[in-house]
């Protein structure tokens, strides 16, 4: 067991955790926090998506002692950490606005993969968004209203 | 309560067909789900399944003592272990009273029948304890030969080939044929190919429907509770109704005491449309153990033994005169079920079987379909389930058509389709479709896809010898939806009815909890139904919960698939909504002080005729919640529920058009254009509605060019991960340009038709018919199914002169164990698929 502590959606924890433990199941399973969800275990889905320190990383790609010290972001706090006052997140309005997921179950990371998009080109191309979020799949919507989604919530300022 | 007067009309504004955002949303966008995989219960324990890497092999031993050790490891199963308890798995749907069904156990003991068949359970605290001493269970197989190829399989009986179910002494489950002779519904159809063979256009060909993995994002997952009076399962499903039925019908528990609840559920698109292996292991060991289990499947094992779907080889000859006019259609499918027949099984190529003739007036038509056992994946339901397999074939034989006959491939349709003033038309098959305009849809999809600019951009292409050419792909589809008249589905011998039931309370705070028996998993019910009832009953649309999904709070339902939700399940939501209105009249009249028969229902009140006096319905409902004072006679409250059982199908149709850039030079095919108008009668949701055409259209396009099950000689499946089974990604696809059209259905009060399955039914044809239009010139007239660039790069090298016919292979040739097949061949002179031109 290793000693790790961390900030997860502004909250200061620490745990006693196995090496091996991945940073998804950390979240999931040590923190509850189930809003970040695994779709696939070869990392091609990205529906665990997260922010570490500022940056999205698939955490089901990353171990939770490399978290040791640093700040995770996950959807349950996008907002918060964004600091809109109780609001949604813009890219989460415009997820909604632009009725960019069905089932949902990828939403999560595709919506935290969106932000970290906007935060390095805050006006990408339609073709910028398309790679941008190529490490995320949905099965639901066939991209396209997610496209528009990042492109509204570009229009409006969606980066942090 | 006092009657009030009608001031104002502030509702006069209809919530049907408001873009309204999803009231699903907020809970999905800020990761506050109930997957089933984040339950937790205390004392909750884990399970790990071992699986088999053989196809097809005797269990000898399996040693569990190591596992057994293991840290926290609570027990280990094994099939020996499993007694009548375990229950089995079942088929609803035996399409022949002959047809061949193995015994499906949850897991096996003594022979497995397809890669990734569960062998052992193990149980532990934590999922990850499970999962380790899974991995010390020692299991010795004694390897048999694996019936893997389809059409070999379909040739093998006892004594020569393999039979991926040695005991039943065939590999052959069911035949099941259509003839529209014996019918009465059509001519003969062998008349008509006699016919057209001497005197007329005969196209034959053999195509082939890849097998698919429906690959929905949130893996499926199950935990049981067994603690308490009833036992309660939670499954990643889209049948909690049906499933809560197999438990009881097969575990021995009273069906009275199993609550299935499907909570947020992942998407399914058919592929949880079933009961499966996993569910009935961790209910047994549930009840074993008397301790709470959670079992969630990785990606893998979800690619592996989740069903897969299509899998078909499709032998088609169209007759036709020499002006293009069709005069008969026969088809002859073999369908690969895997290693089982699992809950729809062999009745999804039978969902196919009334919709080859599509839109058009064939004269004459015969469906026959082989099912057969290999050992694969079992097959199931994908998307469409039949009808995209059964469009794929008649889009794909209409442009061969006009092919032969030289002539633009909507020109040939045109000819052939029913006109809108046709209507209702009975088809050859048998089916009564209601409504339809195939000329408005086709001539508002040209004009959007620029139909005319495009085909002269061809011609330059073609003109230039550019490398990438262009090609312009046609699917004009209609497809049978609602799910389904339960005297037809009695008639096809399914062992459930169609029906769906609704229930709308009406509760004394004026807010209104409606109750439904389909269970959504993405589709936004939640909304489209808020919708539907606010217009029905006059109230606002936040006011309308939409409960579902649980068997305890739903009592009755036959859940979502085949796309019934809307058209089966909003029906049976109209009416129980309009039995409210009827309950509340006497109520009303009693408030009023009126005569019953004068009152009327309009905008949420209602009133007495010619006066301007009336009552609001949730008034009513606040008046019978007390029932302080209440007509004689009556019983208190308005609540009502409905049960409908549907009349017919209802038939969405529409024209695609897609246009594909082909470069010669390395096989890429690059969407450029994707145009549909699809006629889905009225729509409750434009968003929702545009939403699901997408995603449909992606999933059928994904068929046509990326995605295929491929198994090895051995019959492991090697596109078992993301890594293999190429899902699209946003980089791999395109905006498209949606609109629809809209007559409406007869067959239901909204006036609605399914629009679920449409996209996907629809576009893979379109598809292919582009890509294959794109290589007309190099004398290309098929690519097999998924198009990818090695396949495209061999057909166009095929049909210069220097190939072979065993050219466009597989990239796994391996699927089959064969190379040369028929269906890879693409080049003119394919002997698999003989093209009998036009006359002598």
């Not at chain 1, 189930?34 to 998506?49: F, Y």
């Not at chain 1, 339609?126 to 490490?135: A, C, D, F, M, Q």
């Amino acid at each position: 067991m290793t000693r790790i502590e961390l900030t997860v959606d502004g909250a200061r924890v620490s745990d006693d955790v196995e090496p091996r433990m991945l940073l998804v199941h950390y979240l999931r399973e040590k923190l509850g926090k189930t809003g970040t969800v695994i779709g696939c275990d070869t990392s091609n889905c990205g529906a665990c998506t997260v922010h570490l320190d500022g940056r999205s990383v698939k955490s089901c790609n990353v171990l939770a002692v490399q978290a040791d010290g640093a700040e995770v972001t996950t959807i349950e706090g996008l907002a918060a950490t964004a600091g809109t006052d109780g609001h949604l997140h813009k890219v989460q309005e415009a997820f909604h606005e632009c009725h960019a997921l069905q089932c949902g179950f990828c939403t999560p990371g595709m919506i935290m993969q969106s932000v970290d998009l906007l935060n390095d080109n805050p006006n990408p191309t339609e073709e910028e968004i398309r790679l941008g979020i190529e490490g995320n799949l949905c099965r639901c919507t066939g991209y396209h209203n997610i496209v528009r989604a990042v492109q509204t919530a570009a229009g409006t300022g969606g980066a942090q | 309560m006092t009657a009030v007067q009608d001031s104002a009309q502030e509702t006069s504004t209809t919530e049907i067909g408001r873009d309204r955002r999803r009231k699903e949303d907020q809970r999905l966008i800020t990761g506050r789900t109930r997957w089933t995989d984040n339950i937790t219960l205390p004392g909750m324990l884990h399970l790990a399944m071992v699986r088999s890497p053989y196809a097809h092999a005797k269990i000898t031993s399996i040693d569990t003592s190591a596992a057994q050790q293991a840290t926290n490891v609570v027990a280990v199963y094994t099939g020996a272990d499993l007694d009548e308890s375990a229950g089995v798995l079942i088929n609803a749907w035996p399409i022949t009273p002959d047809q061949k069904t193995p015994n499906h156990p949850p897991i096996p003991a003594d022979r497995v029948t397809f890669a990734g068949e569960i062998v052992a359970c193990v149980v532990a605290r934590s999922a990850a304890e499970a999962r380790d001493a899974a991995e010390l269970v020692d299991v010795e197989y004694e390897e048999l030969p694996a019936a893997l190829d389809l059409k070999e399989a379909v040739a093998a009986d006892q004594s020569n080939g393999v039979l991926a179910h040695p005991d039943l002494g065939t590999n052959k489950s069911a035949f099941w044929k259509f003839d529209s002779a014996e019918a009465g519904t059509g001519g003969d159809v062998e008349e008509a190919i006699a016919k057209a063979r001497n005197d007329g256009v005969l196209i034959e060909r053999e195509y082939r429907q890849q097998r698919l993995i429906p690959a929905f994002m949130e893996p499926r997952s199950v935990v049981v509770d067994p603690t308490g009076e009833q036992l309660t399962m939670w499954s990643a499903t889209q049948i909690p109704h049906i499933l809560r039925f197999a438990l009881a019908a097969t575990t021995g528990v009273p069906e009275s005491k199993i609550r299935v609840i499907a909570p947020d559920v992942g998407g399914g698109f058919g592929g949880k449309l079933q009961v499966t292996p996993e569910e009935w292991t961790a209910w047994w060991v549930a009840r074993q153990l008397g301790k709470p289990v959670k079992y969630t499947e990785t990606r893998s094992e979800s690619l592996m033994a989740g069903h897969h779907g299509r899998d078909q080889w499709q032998k088609l000859t169209l007759a036709a005169e020499k002006d293009g006019t069709v005069t008969g259609l026969k088809v002859e499918l073999t369908a690969d079920l895997g290693s089982y027949v699992s809950l729809v099984g062999g009745g999804v190529p039978v969902l196919g079987a009334f919709m080859f003739n599509a839109i058009y007036k064939f004269p004459a038509y015969q469906f026959t379909c082989q099912t057969v056992l290999t050992n694969k994946t079992w097959t199931d339901a994908y998307r469409g389930a039949g009808r995209p397999e059964a469009t794929f074939a008649i889009e794909r034989l209409m442009d061969e058509l006009a092919n032969e006959l030289g002539v633009d491939p909507l020109e040939v349709r045109e000819k052939n389709w029913i006109r809108h003033e046709e209507f209702p038309f009975t088809t050859v098959a048998g089916l009564e479709y209601d409504s339809g305009n195939y000329e408005a849809a086709t001539e508002k999809a040209k004009e959007h896809f620029g139909y005319d600019e495009l085909r002269a951009e061809q011609q330059r292409r073609r003109d230039s010898n550019d490398p990438v050419q262009l090609g312009i792909g046609v699917s004009t589809f209609t497809e049978m939806c609602g799910l389904a008249p339960s005297r037809v589905l009695g008639s096809l011998d399914y062992g459930a009815g169609g029906w769906e039931h609704a229930s709308v309370r009406m509760l004394a705070t004026g807010k209104v909890e409606v109750v439904v028996g389909v269970s959504p998993h993405g589709q936004g019910h939640e909304t489209a139904f808020s919708q539907i009832v606010a217009d029905r009953l006059g109230v606002p649309f936040e006011d309308v919960e939409i409960l579902h999904g649980d068997t305890q709070i739903s009592h009755k339902g036959l859940d979502t698939y085949g796309s019934r939700s809307l058209v089966v399940g909003g029906e049976a939501l109209v009416r129980a909504a309009d039995k409210v209105i009827e309950k509340a009249k006497p109520y009303a009249a009693h408030m009023l002080e009126a005569n019953p028969d004068d009152i009327e229902f309009q905008a949420g009140r209602l009133g007495v005729k010619g006066t301007d006096q009336s009552v609001a319905l949730t008034e009513i409902a606040t008046a019978a919640f007390a029932s302080h004072d209440y007509p004689e006679g009556l019983e208190p409250g308005i609540d009502a529920e409905a049960t409908y059982d549907p009349v017919n199908f209802n038939f969405p149709h529409g024209t695609h058009l897609c246009a594909v850039e082909v470069d010669t030079e390395t096989g890429q095919v690059k969407m450029r254009k994707y145009t549909c108008v699809d006629d889905i009668g009225n729509v409750i949701n434009p968003l929702i509605v545009e939403g699901q055409v997408h995603g449909g259209l992606v999933q059928g396009i994904a068929q046509a060019l990326w995605e295929e099950a491929v198994h090895d000689e051995s019959g492991t499946l090697v596109s078992a991960s993301f890594v293999d089974y190429l899902v699209p990604t946003a980089a791999d696809t395109i905006s498209f340009d949606v609109d629809h059209n809209s007559t409406a259905s007869l067959t239901n009060t909204l006036g609605t038709k399914g629009v679920g399955e449409a996209g996907t039914i629809a576009s893979t044809p379109a598809v292919v018919n582009a890509v294959v239009d794109a290589l007309r010139p190099f004398g290309v007239h098929d690519v097999q199914m998924p198009c990818t660039p090695e396949r495209v790069w061999k057909a166009v090298h095929a049909g210069d002169g220097g190939g072979t016919t065993e050219a466009a292979a597989p990239h796994f040739d391996a699927a089959t164990g064969e190379t040369g097949q028929t269906d890879r061949s693409a080049g003119a002179d394919d002997p698999g698929a003989p093209e009998e031109g036009a006359g002598a």
